[in-house]
C-alpha cells in the first residue's frame, strides 16, 4: 500500500541515503458485515494496525566491511521481514533472513437456499494461519563466487483453516454437504545444507547436501447438522488426528560450461533422494455433546499406522548453440527412476452405535511402485525475418509405471470385511507431448503482434496383469485408458499511434477434452472451455496526468459425461467473469502528487439445480475504490495520506459474505 517510486528513484536515494525509513504510524479497517470474508479476500485484519512498512540500510562499516538490511513489520497482521547481509572482502559472508505472515480463511458453508434453519453455516472460529521462516547461511568469498557454505532454515505453520470437504445437514430428510469444516495445523520443517561450487579446467561445478526434516500434528473436524424433520442422533461429528513425520536426504550434484567462442552452452545435473515417512491417524465419531457414537457408515481408525520409503535418480542436461547469426537451437533431457515402497494397518472400531474399544477388523495394505521416466524438449529461435522473431518448441516424456497393490482384512471382534480383501498388479504406459509454436511481427514502431499456439496431448494406457474379481462381478482395477487433448492459443496486439495514447488486447483460448474409458466400457468425453478477453488503454491526457483504463471477460463451460444421466442430471458448469479497472495519477507540482483506483468485477456461475443436487456455483459483485496523495514535505520526509473502500455484494441464494470496509492510512517515508 506504499505508493512505489520507481527503480532509478530507490537505487539513486541508496547511494546517496543510505538509510530509508518508511512507517505506518496507523491503518484503520472498519467492516460491517462477514470480517471473514474480508479478512481472507484481502490478507488485511480489521480494527487498527501500525507499523514499519519500510527500512533499507546498505552500508560500509569500513572500507571491507558491508552491511545491507531490509526490513518491515505490521505486528496486527503477524507481517514481518528481515533480511540482512554481512560482507568481508576476501573472507566470506554472513545472511540472515526472517519471514512472517498471516493467510486468513473464510468459515462459511454452501447455501442451500430450500433448507428451513441451516439454509448456510458458518464457523465460529477466528480462522487464521501463520507462516514462519528462518534462514541463517555462513559462507566464503561471496553467494556469487567459488567457495563453501553452510545453511539452516526452518518453515512453520500454525493455525486453524477451513476445508472445502463439507459436511452433511439435514433439512425434513432431504441432505446436502454444505457445513463448513476446519483443520487445525502445527508443522515445522528443518533442512540443513552444506553447499560448494568452484571452477575446474574451465567447467563450473556445484554441490549440496541436504538434510530435510518435517512433522506435523493437525486435527480436522467435520460436524453433520439437522434441523426440521430430522432426528437428534444425526448431530454428530467426525474428528480426524493425523501426525506424518518423514526424514529426506538429497545430494545434488550439477557442472556446466560455455564453450566455442561463448557461443555453446551445456549442462549435466544429478540428484539422489532418499525418503523415509511414516504417519499416524486416529478417526473418531462423536455425538453432538462428545459421547463416542459411530455413524451408520462409520469410518473410525484406531492408531492407524503407515510407513513408505521413496527413492529416486534424477538426471538433467541441457544443451544450447547459436547455429547462425539469427537462428539458435536449445534441447533438455530427463531422466528419472523412481522406486516406492509402503505398508499401513487399518484398525477399526465399528461395534454399531457407541463403540466398545475393541478392534473388529484391521486392513492391511502393501504396495510396491517402480517408475522410469524420460523427458525430451527441443526448440528453435529464428530471427532472419526483418521484424519478426519467430519459435518453436516439442516436449516429450514417455513414463513406465509399475504398480502393485495387496489388501487383506484380518478379523478382529467380528468377520473380515470381503470388501478389503484385493490385490492388483498393473503396469501403466504414460506418453506427454507438447508442441508450441509462436511468433512476434513488429510490422512498424506503432505496432506489434505477438501469437502464440500449444498443443497437449497426454494418453495414460493401464494394462491390468493381476485384479480382484468380487462376487458381484466387479474388479478391483476398472479403468482402461485416460486420453487427455488441449489446445491453448494466445495472441497480444500492441497498438501507440501517438505517445501519449497505447492500446493493448489479449486474448486466451483454452480448449480440452478429456476421454477417459472404463473395463468394458464405451469411451466417454467431457469438455472444458475458456475464452479470455482484455483490453487496456494507456492514456497521458497532459504532462502531469497518467490514466489505465482496463476491461478484461472471462468466459468458461465444462460438460461431463453425468450430463447424461437421467436420474440425477448435473448439467454443465458456466462461469461469467468481468472486470473493469480505473486508475490515474496527477503530479501537482515537485511536492505534491495524487492517485486513485478503482475496480469493480461481476462473477455470475450459479446454476441452481436446487431441485435435484448441490449447487456449488456463486454469484457476486465487488467493488474497490483506493484514493492518495504523496506530499514531499522537504528532500527527507514525505506523507502518504490513503483512503479504500471495499465492498462485497452476493446473492443470498448462491452464496453468503456480503461486506463493506472502510480502511483510512497514513504512511510516512524518511531519508538519511
Request: no cysteine.
Amino acid at each position: 500500500m506504499v505508493v512505489s517510486l520507481s527503480s532509478y528513484n530507490v537505487h539513486a536515494q541508496q547511494a546517496v541515503n543510505p538509510v530509508i525509513v518508511s512507517l505506518m504510524p496507523f491503518q484503520s479497517a472498519s467492516v460491517k458485515g462477514d470480517a471473514q470474508k474480508f479478512r481472507a479476500l484481502h490478507w488485511m485484519n480489521d480494527g487498527y494496525s501500525y507499523g514499519l512498512k519500510e527500512l533499507t540500510i546498505d552500508k560500509a562499516v569500513n572500507k571491507d566491511v558491508n552491511v545491507s538490511l531490509e526490513a518491515h513489520s505490521i505486528p496486527n497482521n503477524n507481517d514481518n521481514s528481515v533480511e540482512m547481509m554481512v560482507t568481508k572482502d576476501n573472507v566470506g559472508y554472513l545472511k540472515t533472513d526472517y519471514t512472517s505472515f498471516r493467510k486468513y480463511y473464510d468459515g462459511t458453508g454452501g447455501v442451500y437456499y430450500p433448507f428451513t434453519l441451516d439454509r448456510v453455516t458458518t464457523l465460529e472460529d477466528d480462522l487464521k494461519m501463520d507462516m514462519q521462516h528462518f534462514l541463517v547461511e555462513l559462507g566464503t568469498k561471496s553467494p556469487d563466487e567459488p567457495g563453501v557454505g553452510v545453511a539452516f532454515e526452518r518453515h512453520m505453520k500454525d493455525g486453524r483453516k477451513s476445508r472445502l470437504a463439507w459436511a452433511m445437514a439435514k433439512d425434513a430428510g432431504v441432505s446436502r454437504e454444505i457445513v463448513p469444516s476446519w483443520q487445525d495445523v502445527q508443522e515445522i520443517t528443518d533442512s540443513v545444507a552444506l553447499k560448494s561450487n568452484g571452477n575446474v579446467a574451465g567447467v563450473h561445478l556445484s554441490g549440496e547436501q541436504k538434510f530435510e526434516f518435517f512433522h506435523s500434528q493437525s486435527l480436522r473436524e467435520e460436524k453433520l447438522l439437522t434441523s426440521v424433520g430430522g432426528l437428534s442422533a444425526d448431530n454428530k461429528m467426525r474428528r480426524q488426528w493425523q501426525e506424518p513425520q518423514s526424514d529426506l536426504f538429497t545430494t545434488t550434484l550439477k557442472g556446466d560450461r560455455w564453450f566455442l567462442n561463448e557461443k555453446n552452452y551445456a549442462s549435466l545435473g544429478y540428484r539422489f533422494s532418499n525418503m523415509d515417512n511414516s504417519e499416524l491417524e486416529n478417526i473418531r465419531e462423536y455425538k453432538a455433546d462428545g459421547t463416542l457414537f459411530n455413524y451408520s457408515n462409520p469410518k473410525s481408525a484406531i492408531n492407524a499406522s503407515a510407513n513408505n520409503k521413496y527413492k529416486a535418480h534424477t538426471t538433467v542436461g541441457s544443451f544450447m548453440s547459436q547455429l547462425t547469426k539469427d537462428l539458435s537451437f536449445i534441447t533438455k533431457l530427463k531422466s528419472e527412476v523412481i522406486s516406492r515402497r509402503g505398508v499401513s494397518t487399518y484398525p477399526h472400531d465399528t461395534t454399531a452405535n457407541s463403540p466398545d474399544g475393541i478392534i473388529n477388523d484391521t486392513d492391511v495394505s502393501n504396495t510396491e511402485n517402480k517408475i522410469y521416466r524420460l523427458g525430451e524438449n527441443f526448440s528453435l529461435r529464428y530471427n532472419g525475418i526483418a521484424k519478426t522473431s519467430l519459435y518453436s518448441e516439442v516436449e516429450m516424456e514417455q513414463t513406465r509405471n509399475w504398480l502393485t497393490e495387496e489388501r487383506d482384512s484380518i478379523a478382529g471382534q467380528t468377520g473380515v470385511s470381503v470388501g478389503e480383501q484385493l490385490g492388483r498388479e498393473t503396469l501403466t504406459h504414460v506418453q506427454n507431448t507438447v508442441f508450441t509454436v509462436g511468433a512476434r511481427i513488429v510490422p512498424s514502431k506503432t505496432l506489434s503482434v505477438t501469437t502464440q499456439v500449444r498443443h497437449k496431448l497426454n494418453v495414460n494406457d493401464y494394462d491390468d496383469i493381476v485384479e480382484s474379481v468380487y462376487a458381484s462381478g466387479s474388479k478391483s482395477a476398472f479403468v482402461d485408458a485416460i486420453k487427455t487433448k488441449g489446445d491453448e492459443a494466445t495472441a497480444k496486439i500492441a497498438w501507440k499511434p501517438v505517445s501519449r495514447v497505447e492500446g493493448v488486447f489479449r486474448y486466451k483460448l483454452i480448449d480440452t477434452k478429456y476421454m477417459p474409458r472404463a473395463e468394458n466400457e464405451p469411451q466417454t468425453k467431457s469438455t472444458a472451455l475458456s475464452n479470455i478477453f482484455t483490453y487496456d488503454l494507456n492514456l497521458q491526457p497532459m504532462d502531469p496526468l497518467f490514466v489505465t483504463l482496463s476491461f478484461s471477460q472471462d468466459f468458461s463451460k465444462m460438460a461431463t459425461a453425468a450430463g447424461a444421466n437421467t436420474t440425477l442430471n448435473f448439467p454443465g458448469f458456466r462461469s461469467n467473469s468481468n472486470n473493469w479497472l480505473f486508475s490515474s495519477s496527477y503530479v501537482v507540482n515537485d511536492k505534491l502528487s495524487l492517485n486513485g483506483s478503482y475496480q469493480y468485477s461481476v462473477i455470475n456461475n450459479y446454476n441452481d439445480i436446487t431441485a435435484t443436487l448441490q449447487p456449488y456455483g456463486t454469484d457476486n459483485k465487488s467493488y474497490d475504490m483506493t484514493m492518495g496523495l504523496t506530499w514531499n514535505v522537504n528532500k527527507s520526509l514525505s506523507l502518504q495520506p490513503h483512503y479504500s473502500y471495499y465492498a462485497y455484494r452476493t446473492n443470498q441464494d448462491a452464496e453468503t459474505g456480503s461486506y463493506s470496509a472502510h480502511v483510512v492510512w497514513l504512511d510516512a517515508k524518511l531519508l538519511w
